[in-house]
């Protein structure tokens, strides 16, 4: 019986979710920030640098910020691979899990790496998420023009940038929340 499993039958923790699954759901993330990034890259340059909408220059932006956080997901493996400190003498299923979950972190992160490689190098998803993009300034740049000609006033958010962690928090219990429902579907 290996440990995930005794750990189960203790404890009533579940088991680890497959790397597979973990870097699916990793991509969906760093995508979505980088789509995120593209969408401000496209407002900004319209509106402030008054620049018209150039393919490539969209292109060349959006592979550099795949490639930015591939290269951070990279980082991110070296840093943990020195982390293979021994479990304390004193365990439980808890502390088991959690010892399993960052032995397996190098491995994650790397498999996220080529991931995001992956995705920047090849011609339709790099399509998909620059038209994604797109829609998504288009939509807040209407968004913003319909309020400001029904008269109603937006204030800025002066701690978005102070709150970024909260939020990004809430997104990943967000996706372990997922995670929890597609486990208790696939039972």
Do not use: C
């Not at 020195?82 to 365990?91: D, F, I, Y």
């Not at 962690?165 to 967000?174: E, F, G, I, L, N």
């Amino acid at each position: 019986m290996t440990e995930v499993s005794r750990a189960h039958q203790e404890g009533g923790v579940g088991a680890l979710p497959p790397i597979e699954s973990v870097v699916a759901d990793g991509l969906l993330i760093a995508l979505a920030g980088v789509k995120l990034s593209v969408k401000n890259f496209l407002i900004v340059t319209a509106l402030r640098d008054r620049r018209d909408y150039d393919e490539q220059r969209v292109h060349e932006f959006a592979k550099s910020e795949l490639l930015r956080v591939a290269t951070e997901m990279a980082e991110k493996a070296g840093s943990m691979e020195w982390s293979s400190q021994p479990v304390l003498s004193r365990t439980n299923a808890l502390t088991r899990m959690h010892r399993a979950a960052v032995d397996r972190g190098p491995d994650v992160y790397r498999a996220l790496t080529e991931a995001l490689r992956s995705h920047a190098s090849e011609a339709d998803p790099m399509a998909r998420l620059i038209q994604q993009s797109r829609e998504a300034a288009s939509e807040e740049l209407q968004d913003a023009i319909v309020r400001r000609l029904s008269g109603q006033v937006v204030e800025p958010d002066t701690n978005y940038a102070s709150d970024r962690s909260k939020r990004m928090r809430r997104v990943r219990a967000d996706v372990k929340a997922l995670r929890w429902v597609r486990a208790r579907k696939a039972e």
